[in-house]
C-alpha cells in the first residue's frame, strides 16, 4: 500500500521534517517518485519508522549503529519493530502503568535497606532494567529476601535461579544466532515464533512441570510414610 507523506506522519507519530532526515541519513529508502514533487511511500517506510524510533527511544541507538543494523539485517532478528519491541517488553516484565523510582526515591519509597539493596544488586537477584530506574518489581524481590531472612532460611535458591538464568540466556543467545544465520525473507516470521514460544512457552512449560513432578513425588513419598 502507499501512502502520501502526511498520511505517513499520521500513522507513526514522527513529524514529517523527521522522516525526510531518515531518508537524508541512509536509514529509510527514497520514496518512490511519481512526478515532480509527487512522492509516495509504503509499508516498508512505516516499519522501518517503528524500528528506528524504538531503537533511538528505548534502546538508545545512534543513528550509525541503527545504520549498521539495517545494513546487516540479514543477520540479526532485531530489524523489525513489530517483533523486536514485544519481545523486549515482554522480557522487561514491567507493566505500563508502572511507577518509576530513582535509587534514592526506591529506598525511601519501599522503605528498602540500602546495605541489602547493594548486596542483591552485586548478586544479581535485583535488576532493574535501566540504570537508576526501579518499579514495583525490584521491590517485591527485596520483599521476598526480606521474608527469606524473617524465616531464619538462606535465599540460596535466588541465587541458583540467577546462575541457572546467566547459563540459560547465553543458550538463548546461540540459539538467536542460529536462527539468524538461516533467516530469509520467507521464514522470517517462523523464526520469530519459535523466539517467542520458546522464551514465553517451553521455558516456563518445562520448568513448572518439572518442579510439579518433584514436588507431586515428594507428597506421595510422605503419603506412603
Not at 520483599?143 to 541458583?160: P, W
Not at 533467516?183 to 520458546?198: A, C, G, Q, V
Amino acid at each position: 500500500m502507499e501512502y502520501k507523506i502526511s498520511e505517513l506522519v499520521a500513522k507513526t507519530g514522527v513529524p514529517k521534517s523527521t522522516i525526510l532526515y531518515y531518508i537524508r541519513e541512509g536509514l529509510l529508502p527514497e520514496a518512490n517518485k511519481i512526478k515532480s514533487n509527487v512522492h509516495r511511500y509504503n509499508d516498508q517506510h512505516i516499519e522501518l519508522i517503528q524500528y528506528i524510533k524504538y531503537m533511538q527511544e528505548e534502546i538508545g541507538s545512534s543513528n550509525e549503529q541503527i545504520r549498521f543494523a539495517l545494513q546487516n539485517q540479514n543477520q540479526s532478528l532485531s530489524t523489525s519493530a513489530t517483533m523486536l519491541q514485544p519481545l523486549m517488553n515482554t522480557l522487561s516484565d514491567i507493566p505500563s502503568d508502572a511507577k518509576h523510582f530513582t535509587k534514592e526515591e526506591f529506598i525511601e519509597h519501599y522503605n528498602v535497606d540500602a546495605t541489602l539493596l547493594e548486596t542483591l544488586l552485586n548478586d544479581g537477584i535485583v535488576l532493574p532494567i535501566h540504570e537508576d530506574d526501579y518499579t514495583d518489581r525490584e521491590a517485591s524481590m527485596v520483599k521476598l529476601v526480606t521474608y527469606f531472612k524473617e524465616v531464619g532460611v538462606d535465599h540460596n535458591v535466588l541465587k541458583a535461579y540467577v546462575d541457572h538464568a546467566k547459563a540459560l540466556s547465553e543458550l538463548e543467545y546461540q540459539m538467536q544466532a542460529k536462527l539468524c544465520s538461516v533467516r530469509d525473507d520467507e521464514n522470517f516470521s517462523t523464526l520469530w515464533k519459535i523466539m517467542f514460544d520458546t522464551l514465553f512457552n517451553a521455558k516456563p512449560y518445562l520448568f513448572n512441570r518439572n518442579t510439579y513432578q518433584v514436588l507431586l513425588n515428594a507428597v506421595k513419598s510422605e503419603v506412603k510414610e
